[in-house]
């Protein structure tokens, strides 16, 4: 019994009595009954708990209750165990194809009721569409089987089992098994019954599958027609009302493909759908098609004829509250979310997600790649000794997989890639893979990126590669190494058509340089864009003891393996609060190009086939960031690719202010997914006259003092700041250092193409070993002169020699209180630095501060290397909306190129900043705050941020870039901020 059950969870083969032919999921009329809903559940430490559960007799009554579908571990706040999270690493010893005795085992019990009428079903089938990891399966206590594959479809024959009336259906589930070994995506683990159970009345002479395989070629469509049905079935129809379509086959042997004259095609800017039923006497099957054919011509990768470009995100299923609980309202309104930033594919990272999804891509519109769920990665820490990939034991399991990865979700006409997997090393059973979908699906290339030599994927795909590597990827001729490659597989590699399955790292604030991938794909025809690791942060809402609630991440449930919070590297936040992140790749992939000459604009249209009729062109005039004149752009309609010139309207450029216009190409109609008005492409044209920076008075008459003077709003003692306009200050002070970010933080990779990085050390650990975060001061000297201060500081750390000279010069001018700081490093720094800075505390007093108004960049916070979604104009904020909730507190808020800011309290305004660009144009950003960088470096969740009594203002002649370093290149070199020296000019006056 024992060695029994041990095999089981020890067992490489998907499992035994399953249904072996996985078929499409189908929108039937044939009777089902869903069984989610409230099972009841027990749950075991071990896989060895008796079996008489299965029993049909067994007394229940004492067991909990769980719903279906959910994860045991995100029920009964802990009774049920707790998430894990891993990235790469095992959660148990790495013990192929063993599993330890410690595994948590769910079982779950109901009572269901077959309709009498389903007994003139010719099968009845139960469908499991998504239990981790392993399940067995017993209905009236006979044992029917067992399966594994946590994300693919299981159906089961239990039609000699059933009987009308009441029954029981018994499920144990083993959390971890063989199959763990090759589901170790970068996730958390959460067991469990997740996706829907249902009971399938089949009826005699029904239609066991279907698949159009359709194409699409200058206004004609093709439908080639699978039936999978008895040839006592027959006839068969297919009928397509829309085109006035209805086909009748009297036999298997009739099915011949469908012509279909002018048929529009299907596309994601375009997702033109048509219903289509197949039916028997028996059954009738609805679907929604699209004609499209998917080809690779010439090295690149074409629909309809036409080049795509990915502008795409890898998707996991997770939700806060429900793991990988499908929840279709949830979904789609985050694919409606993705198309109004401007995504165009999904990469189902990394494995099917529920079958609805992809009917909600068919209808939304989105390239897909669709993965199987498959990912060996933890034997890379045994330089992938035993790797499954590559064992035989492990080949009817890999062929399974992908069977029912393809089989069910073959009908999609969103689906225009199939991906093997991920990160699973290289083997003959990726290859079987392949060579299987090759043959099933010659409409569709196969993907898989640890396919580096190329000998039996179509497409060539990394992750990460820098941007200088990416470009030589795509120099043609280029002698230059491919990674793992021979120079012959290189030159083959390089014929292929080219796809980032991931690259730009979302991993907290950042990445940086999503524009000059991006640049890449356009000039370089073979480079098909790619996506963004990832949508989303995997973070689980629960509470701290005290009852506050946060985001928690790996580590925060006690687990003894754990990556930390390298599971929140999203564009969104858990929250579904788009980070700055997606603002930038909104802008950076905007469908449009704008170019200014002279009085004309040229705008290209860069879509794939859509031509620009649903947009309407809009622009406005602003004086300093005031509104001024505005109208609507007259555009010709654009055919995907074509260009035109367009005058621009007559510019009211003011003389004392800057001029800026800004075009905007909105919808001119509510869509499935944006309402009407909603901005698509952004551009900005500066109009103004270039005004000096005034002039600083010299002075010759210094004098030593006491440094205690007021010179019109300022306050000093001893040489420094007290008080501004009658409220308290400290500062300034010089600021070099920003709570790392996640990138600072990490020392993988980078070094390549960025003089930034020591490889690895991350420049957060050089930074803490210079001591930027705890910088001292001495005071050198202080003098005045009637009217004017001047003090001179050496700052420097603890147990260092480097130093930086400070001179501050304050004066007054009129009745406004001129500050200029010179900020000069001494010789020695190596490293770069995080900011060149200058920080004002503002204690909370009677009036805290708390929200700004500014005219700069905006309305988000932007970096040297992340500045496309940011826009001159004027903009307001509370000091909380200044900054990003990260999942890990870090650097957050940075507004660049400041022209001018006030500080406000409940809306009065407090102080005004205006600051100068330096002789080199250069403008200074600004953060507001309500902790220090040394505050928020020292937070690992945002509740462990201490309680604020100050607004901390800093001025930033500079800041280092965001790079993408988590997982991926440092900062280019033309953004990584080295020690320098730098001058800060502002002019301060009260509110
Ligand atoms: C990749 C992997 C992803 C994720 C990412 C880093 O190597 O395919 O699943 O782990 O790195 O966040």
Redesign the pocket.
Known sequence: MLSQLAGHVSDTTPGRGALRTARSWLHSDAPSLSLNGNWRFRLSPTARAAEDFADEGFDDSGWDSIPVPSHWVLQGDGVYGRPIYT??QFPFPIDPPHVPDENPTGDYRRHFEVPADWSEAERVVLRFDGVESLFRLWVNGDEIGSASGSRLAHEFDVTSSVRPGDNVVAVRVHQWSAASYVED???WWLPGIFRDITLIARPAGGIEDVWLRTGFEEGHGRIETEVTADAAAFPVTLRLPELGIEQVWATAADVAPLDVESVEPWSAEQPRLYEVTVSTAAECVALRTGFRTVEIRGGQFLVNGRRVVFHGV?RHETHPERGRVFDEEHAREDLARMKRFNVNAIRT??YPPHPRLLDLADELGFWVVLECDL?A?GFDKLDWVGNPSDDPAWREAYLDRIQRTVERDKNHPSIVIWSLG??AGTGSNLAAMSAWVHARDTGRPVHY?GDHAGEYTDIYSR??PSVLETERIATEGSRSPLLNCTPAQAARQRTKPFLLC?YA?A?GNGPGALDQYEALAHAHPRLHGGFV??WRDHGILTTTPDGTPYYAYGGDFGEVVHDGN??M?GMLLSDDVPTPSLHEYKAVVQPLRFTFDGGDVAIVNLRHSADTSDLRFRWRVEHDGTLVESGDLEVPVLAAGESARVPLPRIPVSQDSETWLTLDAVLAAGTAWAREGHVIATAQLDRSTRRPAPGVRPRTTWRQCDGTLTLGIAEFLDGSLVRLAGRAVTGPRLELFRAPTDNDEAASEGVEESDAGIAGVSNAELWRRDGLDRLTTRRVSVERTADALRTIDKVSAANSALSVMVESLWSLEGDELDLRVEIQPSSGWLTVWPRIGIRLDLPDGAAPVDGAEWFGLGPLESYPDSLRAARTGRFTSTVRDLCVDYARPQETGHRSQLRELTLTSAGTKLLRVVAFPDTHGRRPGFTLSRHTPQQIARAGHPFELPDSTTSHLIIDAAQHGLGSR??GPDVWPDFALRPESRTIRLRIAAG
Request: aromatic share 12%; proline share 0%.
């Open positions: 990235n790469i995506q970068d996730q890898n990272s990394h990912e990665h991920n990160e990126e992750m990460y991931e790292h991993m690791w990832e390298f599971v590297d988590a997982c």
